[in-house]
């Protein structure tokens, strides 16, 4: 059974960082690209950054460029995102998912095979 669970989310102030963890169990991590998303209510999933299988490829949505990066720990099962200089505009839900075309990076969430079930990220001006 393919679990993957986030970690990490929490309320900061503008300005802070936050980094936030995705554990997969039930598959082999390096056999995926991995994405995180991010979800405001009456909103739809919003691409935030990928990743592919061994790191050479990375992708961001321009909002957060600069400010976020996204890594992963193959040997650990782990994926990750580092979340600095957070702005209220970036409050909303943060889902980690994996996507079997693991050699490239997909913006799509309809494309992703696996979803963690989310973890909140409030950030007060």
């Known amino acids: 059974q393919v679990q993957l669970v986030e970690s990490g989310g929490g309320m900061v102030a503008a300005g802070s960082s936050l980094t936030l963890s995705c554990a997969a169990s039930?598959?082999?991590?390096?056999?995926?690209?991995m994405g995180w998303f991010r979800q405001t209510p009456g909103n739809e999933r919003e691409f935030v950054a990928g990743?592919?299988?061994?790191?050479?490829?990375?992708n961001y949505v321009d909002s957060v460029k600069g400010r976020f990066t996204i890594s992963r720990d193959n040997a650990r099962n782990t994926a990750f995102l580092r979340m600095n200089s957070l702005k209220p505009e970036d409050t909303a839900t943060y889902y980690c998912?994996?996507?079997?075309?693991?050699?490239?990076?997909?913006?799509?969430?309809?494309?992703?095979?696996?979803w963690g079930q989310g973890t909140q990220v409030n950030v007060s001006s």
């Open positions: 998912a994996a996507d079997r075309t693991w050699y490239t990076v997909r913006t799509s969430a309809g494309l992703y095979d696996h």
């Open positions: 039930g598959l082999t991590l390096s056999s995926y690209a």
């Open positions: 990743i592919n299988w061994n790191s050479g490829l990375r």
